[in-house]
């Protein structure tokens, strides 16, 4: 045994310990890289390139050494089974928590650059994992908006009803009633909201057509600068930056038309999603929400079991809904998960007291 190795029990077990979860972690990379292509997989299998280093500097302690090696924790080796078999979204953001878990920064026997390594990968993650939110973020949003909404509106309206004592039958008609309704405006306003939002951007975006001026345009008196200006830079940086363009059009003009664009913003359309396919989200999983509070009077429950057991129903697909938002957006699905059990139990027992109080007064 070299003295580098030397160590206590405690200490060699711990060792032992980070090395498994080096190995998994890369295993992770590895396994999402094979599911990517282009920039997003070389940038995978650099961070599995960074965990080998690590896996090297504990098992150079343990003087190479790895027998007895435990498996890695269940969170790390949840995420190696999650991508080998899905790939996801999901994955990158569970990956982005546990890299912000690194314990390297309080531990005495890693480097100052493994410390750092750890605090640059859940950066780089996290960025991976913005691209698909930005991906998915306009149906997804109108995805957990829609069955949110549903759940705890219809939820709201069937315990309202049904605490005014009337017949288990008008509960019922009263929830498909909600539901359909409730589907056919969620559907309807994503759509104009969507399709509004993206004509609000594309009135603003600028003119294709109009660096077909850019050659002819003064290289003294750039009124480019003004466009940019327009845009929202400051005088200087305009200045300098359209100058920078103009200067590139008169160089290029004899080989090639001009390419330069006037946009300084980049609006991201995939995060906007489209007007049809938020319409169709929302419509359907509101739909799918609202029908969770019904089911009991189609199964023909009545009275307070039918309205413990709609409670009971939609308070795990409440829990469900947060959780997911929450693994999706880094957060602690957790606390996303009892926030949005609050809120929507909440509501629910509002109208349920007033429902009450109403069916009082009606008797």
Do not use: C
Not at 42 to 60: M, S
Not at 144 to 156: E, I
Not at 164 to 171: D, L
């Amino acid at each position: 045994m070299t003295e580098q190795s030397s160590g206590s029990a405690g200490e060699r077990a711990r060792w032992r310990r980070y090395l498994a979860d080096e190995r998994a972690e890369a295993a992770v990379y590895r396994e999402l890289a094979a599911r990517r292509d282009g920039e997003e997989r070389e940038i995978l299998l650099a961070l599995a390139a960074a965990e080998g280093r690590h896996e090297a500097h504990w098992l150079a302690l343990l003087g190479g050494d790895d027998a007895g090696t435990p498996r890695a924790d269940v969170r790390t080796r949840m995420l190696t089974a999650l991508a080998r078999r899905f790939g996801s979204i999901f994955v990158l953001a569970l990956a982005q928590r546990a890299e912000a878990r690194s314990p390297y920064a309080n531990d005495p026997d890693a480097t100052a650059a493994m410390a750092a390594d750890e605090r640059i990968h859940g950066e780089v993650v996290r960025g991976l994992a913005s691209r698909g939110r930005r991906r998915l973020a306009g149906s997804f949003r109108a995805a957990v908006f829609g069955a949110n909404d549903g759940l705890v509106s219809n939820l709201a309206l069937v315990l309202g009803i049904g605490a005014t004592g009337v017949p288990a039958a008008v509960v019922l008609f009263t929830g498909i009633a909600g539901l359909l309704a409730g589907a056919l405006s969620m559907g309807a306003g994503e759509y104009v909201s969507v399709r509004s939002q993206r004509e609000l951007l594309e009135a603003s975006a600028p003119d294709p057509t109009a660096r077909e001026a850019l050659p002819d345009l003064d290289i003294d008196a750039n009124e480019l600068a003004l466009v940019y200006r327009a845009r929202g830079m400051g005088e200087q940086e305009a200045i300098e930056h359209a100058a920078l363009v103009v200067a590139r059009v008169h160089a290029a003009e004899q080989t090639a038309p001009p390419t330069e664009s006037l946009a300084i913003v980049h609006h991201d359309d995939e995060a906007i999603g489209t007007g049809l396919s938020a319409a169709v989200s929302s419509f359907l999983f509101f739909a799918s929400g609202a029908l969770i509070p019904v089911l009991p009077y189609l199964f023909g429950l009545t009275g307070a079991a039918a309205i413990v057991t709609a409670t009971v129903l939609v308070g795990i697909a409440l829990l469900a809904t947060g959780a997911t938002v929450g693994l999706l957006s880094g957060a602690s699905p957790l606390k996303r998960a009892l926030r949005q059990l609050a809120i929507g139990l909440g509501a629910a027992a509002v109208t349920y007291l007033l429902g009450l109080a109403f069916g009082t007064t009606i008797a």
